[in-house]
């Protein structure tokens, strides 16, 4: 069955470095999703791209926040300078379509560990 | 504001019975649809069953069913003959019409006891 592949599925970093979280979607999929859950509490909505762009952003994907497709397979966040609030599981997901019955699949996640 | 609320922080249940899990949504939106999530401890989230504002019949997948109460805006998971297995956090979750991002609900931690 296909799957939403993240890697890695644990990463620390100090802080002020750069990270990049990494997640290949399912492959007849266009629509995309990062997300975000800080320990203990509910899952969050970063950024949504379709078509090679940024279709929203919540207030929490500031400019440290970016998202790439740089082929046709890979879908990337990249954290310019962590601090210490980012430490979070973050989540990929990948929908196949924008209508209602096409569910959004999640990835296994990323635990990012900020020190 | 979309608003989706899960009122029981944590569950017991013993195995082989049924349990429900409660959530409650708030959208003006004539259109969305209610998702439901398993996340294990391993932490990856599991899709289990969706229902859209418009459909009429409650959805069903398998032993899992969702008792949809549009007056009420309620969409509560029900599951059926728990297994160990079942023992994980449970997320609802809300996606709107015009922006497919989810809401998510606080999450249920569901224990089944043998």
């Known amino acids: 069955e296909p799957e939403v592949t993240q890697t890695p599925s644990h990463q620390v970093t100090q802080m002020g470095q750069e990270v990049i979280l990494r997640c290949v979607p399912i492959?007849?999929?266009?629509?995309f999703y990062w997300y975000r859950q800080i320990l203990g509490q509910k899952v969050e909505f970063l950024v949504s791209f379709y078509n090679n762009e940024i279709s929203e952003k919540s207030e929490i994907f500031d400019d440290q926040f970016s998202v790439e497709r740089p082929d046709g397979s890979n879908f990337t966040l990249k954290i310019r300078s962590t601090k210490l609030e980012d430490s979070a599981m973050y989540f990929c997901?990948?929908?196949?379509?924008?209508?209602?019955?096409?569910?959004?699949?999640f990835g296994a996640g990323t635990r990012l560990s900020v020190l | 504001a979309q608003k989706i609320t899960q009122t029981q922080p944590g569950m017991f249940v013993q195995e082989k019975e049924a349990v429900t899990l409660d959530c409650t949504y708030d959208?003006?939106?004539?259109?969305?649809?209610l998702f439901w999530y398993k996340q294990p401890s391993s932490g990856e989230m599991i899709f289990l069953i969706y229902q859209g504002s418009y459909d009429q019949q409650n959805a069903t997948e398998g032993r899992y069913s969702l008792n949809f109460q549009k007056a009420r805006k309620s969409a509560n998971l029900v599951i059926s003959a728990s297994q160990l297995g079942d023992s994980a956090m449970y997320f609802c979750?809300?996606?709107?019409?015009?922006?497919?991002?989810?809401?998510f609900g606080s999450g249920t931690k569901l224990n089944v006891k043998p």
């Open positions: 979750a809300m996606s709107l019409d015009n922006f497919n991002k989810f809401y």
């Open positions: 492959s007849n999929h266009l629509y």
């Open positions: 997901a990948s929908q196949q379509g924008m209508v209602f019955k096409n569910i959004q699949y």
């Open positions: 959208t003006s939106d004539p259109s969305y649809g």
